[in-house]
């Protein structure tokens, strides 16, 4: 029902406010979860600045949306840009009760408020399409999610600032968050730079696919990211002082990337056209080297995501700075060099670049930390060589022996077929993946039935 170049005008927009929301935030929500002791003062402190630079920011994009229209010469971007300036409050009601709830480990309530949220808004999106509202339908959907989330969480967590603050409280916690706020700021660009010089460079419409392609390929790192490492992060903050539990932690990470995550990128990376044209149509299968390309790179931000948080929870905010400063500055430097040239090219450059950031991440680890990147890779390395056997050998098969007109029945008998070999190798090889996923989904059984 839409366009690719209706997703690559909203992505436009989606950039500029991903890139102000890190302001904002200036990493306080991170050192929030990460200091053990944090009083109402600090709360409050941090709520109202991040109310007051929400709505400073509220008014610079709704100022300025007619001259971000003209740079990108697309005049849909100022109804877009002045529609999202509502998001910066909407966001900044909900935030420090969004903290609250993660330092807590509530993931469950913030997850379920999310999955709400996304239904209801893409029920209503699907229908305003279908009315006729075309790329509106697409910002309405935003909003609602962000307004639906907000007054759950809200409601949930039942916080209110205090009338009467010292701004003082907030010194302990910046000292912390700014070396994630710069770390998270150049992270964010170096992230969202491309998509701002391909619409400059070539049009939104091509931005649309390419977006697509990338944001699939990411909604494959925020799984793993929002479902273990974030909850974790405040489990390895508590275990700080603890370095046998903390390894076995990250021992069960590592298990978890491998044997779940991995193997699926691997047969996503395999499946990508049939993937997409199924899902979103022909008119977007010319987003599927995109998709596939970007899941190569999010195997390596797999590898590289535990030692992050790891160091995040032990403190080492400078030494996170650093080495992300470092590889950021590159990745800018390679996209603003190769954006307008070839973007296969500029996207193998960092897919290098991701790889080597996830080497440097075990080495420090490894030297500073005696976390064994040995330990790690070896627990890796078995998983992928299994993964890209059997999907390769699926592929093939599914390519000389069967065909269907049907791209659900392909791809439903080619998952078939990949996990069912995948699990009877493990099985066969008694893989310490299947045995640990196996021995928590007892425990999970068991608690169940327990509470039942």
Known sequence: MLTPSDFGTVAVVM???ILSQEIIRFGLDTAIIQKQDVDEEAYSAAFFVICGLSVCFALLLYTFSTYIAHFYNQAELIVVAKYFAAM???DALMQI?????????DFKKLNFFLIISKIVAGVIAVTLALHGVGLMSLVYQNIII???QMVLISATVGWMPKKFLSFKSLSGLVGYSKYIFSSNFIYHISQRLDSLLIAKYFDTSLLGLYDKGKNLSELSQRLPSNFIMKP???????LQDNMTELHRLMRRVY????FVFIPFLLFLIYNAKALIEFVYGAQWVAAAPYFGLFSVMAIFYLMRIPTHYLLLAMGKSKEVFRIDVIINFIKITVIVLLAGINLYLMIACLIGIRALEAIIYFYYCDRKLSFSATEYIGIISPYVMI?????SAVNYLMSQILIFDSLFIHLLISFSAFSSIYLLISYILNMDGLVFHWNLTKRYIIKSKSVA
């Open 146 to 148: 962000a307004t639906i």
């Open 255 to 258: 298990l978890s990337i491998s």
């Open 387 to 391: 993964s890209l056997t059997v999907v």
């Open 88 to 90: 910066y409050i909407i």
């Open 97 to 105: 009760q969004k903290i609250k709830l993660k330092k807590n480990l």
């Open 15 to 17: 950039v500029l406010y």
């Open 232 to 238: 974790l992060f405040t489990s390895m903050a508590s």
